[in-house]
């Protein structure tokens, strides 16, 4: 090649850069998709469409197949994902889980894509696992597929290598493991692979690839759906992209050169003033507000909104005094070269199409929420997020810093394991080592961002920008958690770690070959192949470990106990005459996880249960009660005597090592009431009552795999 030697994987010349350019492209073979109008945009609804099918048949076949497995017992908060999954089934459920403080999470988007492999497998909870199993492959492989076309087999190679790297580890013999994590459907752990895709594709999109800002959207509503504490996280990648695509996309393809015009002096005091309230907003989501005092006068800074609302205010008025602002105007003058993107022409058409289906897409996963919030009897979920968000709780900020630093460089560490929600972060937890190592992490994203915008190397700029974002906005997240904040809680950051190591090695290897004049050429064919052996060995990896279910073991005892007293009581239920009655069920504290069990048990008999006491609210307003129960079942670990004895009494129903369930009824011809509420009342008596409790003896004969839930700890240490 033209004064070049091609050494088989590394090309390098000797003649002018753009003659070793043209002889590194014409070995490279750049796809042609990177043009604008090539691959991303003609055609992405079709193919994201035809992955959506794919991704859907791989579920529906997995869901089937577990069918055929024996069936299982779940306790704790994998009954309660159950039971949240029975609810999306027959269309009743409105939000998301469950979170300690008595809301729940933003929408339910997770449980109606478990919905379809649930029904499939015959009510089985190792469907759940499976759904999550096959969408967090469809991730890994989305998100190789976008960076071998976005920046070639370099790229792909960085990312197989850290993705291999999170996962291909030990973990603990018995509980969970990073191959139990690839199939797990708890809330905190299933959106971690999407939100690396989210990533991504907002990197994508910032290069001006706008016909995939639907999938972002989307995707930023499933994964924010999960979790409150991705919120600030997806908001801010899909604004990013948004905002930053749009610009791109709108650059023409020159512009003129920014000349330096007078500024008034008016324009200049405001600049100073809106200065100083930024500073402080900074400061206030860093820190928190303060009272201080400059000699007669009292300062009280605790309001960001009150600021915000200020800051508005300044930027409107700033506008109006002088629109010639000397670096705002030179940095929008100059949006081509910002990721070295040359737009031929103006596609105003394109944006409003892209904006159009986003807008859909988004109005598609948040109308059950929306109505939610609108039909609410009192205040709606939505609300109560909002006014939980902006209260004055206890904030730790080490704690908070403790956690995103320890789990931001968690795969570089040799002792990091999967969090299961039983370790609080406190300030103990900080290391200075570790602050160290996160704050050079971050400052090494921070100079490949900044040297690949200046070269203009577009996808590596992108996608630096992307995780410097999402990093910085989970550490504003993490230092604003309320109450006592949970490993798992910030477990996710781990995710976004892993990205942000994507980013800077595709950043060094492309300014190790800039700066040594040597182009690394990773052939194509080996890097396609380490991803096909990547994405079969997280398939085998992790379907291995769902068959397994190495972290069942832990609670089998709990396991045991719901077999026991489910049986118990639906015989018992029978002999009194209220076999498919409306039942409220008293479940207190101590017993939670096991009551959990025995409430998913009558929930799929068909049994119509509403639920009461002090961890009643955690099953959602769907399992609240109505009035019209006709019994009341009582599950507690040391019920008060006072409470068995009073009228009407209490009638012993049975008992395990240590949960114990006695029954009452709530009207006195409780036994000859018609069983006309039966199907008004739970939908799930309608379509599971005929399969499951006409022949409640060969039900409870059946063998079973136990599956257990994912903690056995209080609810009060539940989850956000």
């Known amino acids: 090649i033209h004064e070049g030697v091609v050494l088989g994987p590394i090309v390098a010349g000797r003649g002018p850069p753009d003659r070793r350019e043209r002889a590194t492209m014409a070995v490279l073979r750049d796809d042609a998709s990177l043009r604008p109008g090539g691959w991303f945009v003609r055609g992405t609804g079709l193919r994201i469409g035809g992955a959506a099918v794919v991704v859907g048949g791989a579920i529906l076949l997995s869901s089937y197949l577990i069918g055929f497995r024996p069936r299982t017992y779940s306790v704790g908060d994998e009954a309660l994902l159950e039971i949240y999954t029975l609810q999306a089934v027959h269309g009743r459920l409105q939000v998301g889980a469950y979170s300690r403080f008595g809301w729940n999470h933003p929408g339910p988007a997770w449980f109606y894509a478990f919905a379809p492999g649930y029904v499939v497998s015959d009510y089985r909870e190792g469907s759940l696992f499976a759904t999550t199993l096959v969408m967090n492959l469809a991730s890994v492989i989305a998100l190789l597929w976008l960076l071998r076309r976005s920046s070639g087999p370099a790229a792909l190679t960085a990312a197989v290598f850290w993705i291999g790297w999170y996962y291909f580890r030990r973990g603990e013999p018995v509980g969970w493991d990073f191959g139990d994590l690839l199939a797990s459907s708890w809330n905190p752990h299933a959106p971690m692979l999407p939100l690396m895709l989210l990533i991504g594709l907002t990197a994508a999109v910032m290069m001006g690839r706008i016909a995939l800002l639907p999938a972002v959207v989307g995707l930023a509503s499933l994964v924010a759906q999960a979790h409150v504490g991705l919120v600030p996280v997806s908001v801010c990648l899909a604004g990013t992209a948004c905002v930053v695509g749009a610009a791109v996309r709108l650059a023409p393809e020159g512009h003129a050169p920014v000349t330096r015009g007078p500024v008034r002096r008016v324009a200049r005091a405001i600049d100073a003033v809106a200065l100083a309230y930024g500073v402080l907003f900074l400061w206030i989501f860093v820190v928190g507000g303060f009272d201080t005092r400059i000699g007669p006068l009292s300062i009280t800074v605790n309001s960001w909104r009150h600021l915000a609302q200020v800051l508005v205010i300044l930027v409107v008025l700033r506008h109006v005094v002088d629109r010639r602002h000397p670096v705002i105007r030179r940095l929008w003058a100059r949006r081509p070269d910002w990721f070295g993107i040359r737009t031929p022409a103006r596609d105003r058409r394109a ?30 979920n939505l609300s109560r997020i909002l006014e939980f968000a902006g209260g004055s709780n206890t904030r730790n900020v080490t704690s908070g810093l403790a956690a995103f630093t320890m789990y931001l460089i968690g795969p570089l560490r040799s002792g990091f394991s999967v969090a299961a929600g039983g370790r609080v972060v406190t300030g103990a937890d900080l290391s200075w080592p570790v602050c160290a190592a996160a704050a050079i992490e971050l400052a090494l994203l921070t100079a490949v961002l900044a040297w690949a915008l200046e070269k203009r190397k577009g996808f590596p700029a992108a996608l630096c920008l992307a995780s410097l974002a999402a990093s910085l906005t989970a550490l504003l997240s993490l230092l604003h958690v309320q109450g006592d904040l949970y490993d798992h809680i910030a477990f996710w950051v781990s995710a976004v770690g892993t ?39 997280l398939a085998v990896f992790g379907a291995t470990h769902l068959l397994e279910g190495h972290q069942q073991a832990r609670f089998s005892d709990q396991i045991a106990d719901v077999r026991t007293l489910s049986d118990e009581v639906r015989a018992q239920l029978a002999k009194r005459g209220l076999a498919g009655r409306p039942l409220r069920i008293n479940l207190t504290q101590p017993a939670w996880s096991v009551g959990a069990g025995v409430i998913l048990e009558l929930y799929k008999a068909g049994v119509p249960v509403s639920v009461t006491g002090d961890v009643g609210f955690v099953y959602g307003p769907a399992l609240a009660p ?28 049975g008992a395990s090592r240590d949960v114990s369930i006695y029954v009452r009824a709530l009207r006195p011809n409780a036994a000859a009431l018609a069983s006309s509420h039966t199907a008004a009342q739970c939908p799930a008596a309608t379509s599971l009552s005929g399969r499951r409790s006409n022949d409640a003896s060969s039900y409870s004969t059946r063998s079973r795999r136990p599956v257990t839930s994912r903690r056995g700890i209080a609810v009060s240490s539940a989850r956000v």
């Open 351 to 380: 944006i409003w199409r892209a904006l159009a289906w986003s807008a859909a897409v988004g109005l598609l996963f948040w109308i059950l929420p929306l109505i939610q919030e609108l039909t609410a009897s009192g205040q709606g």
């Open 626 to 653: 109505t009035g019209r129960e006709v019994a009341e079942l009582l599950i507690a670990e040391r019920p008060p005597q006072e409470l068995l004895t009073g009228p009407p009494a209490f009638e012993f129903v």
């Open 499 to 537: 990205m942000n190591l994507i980013a800077i090695s595709v950043g060094v290897w492309t300014w190790m070959s800039d700066r040594w004049r040597i182009r690394i050429a990773v052939p194509a064919a080996w890097s396609t192949g380490l991803a096909v052996a990547l994405i079969v060995g």
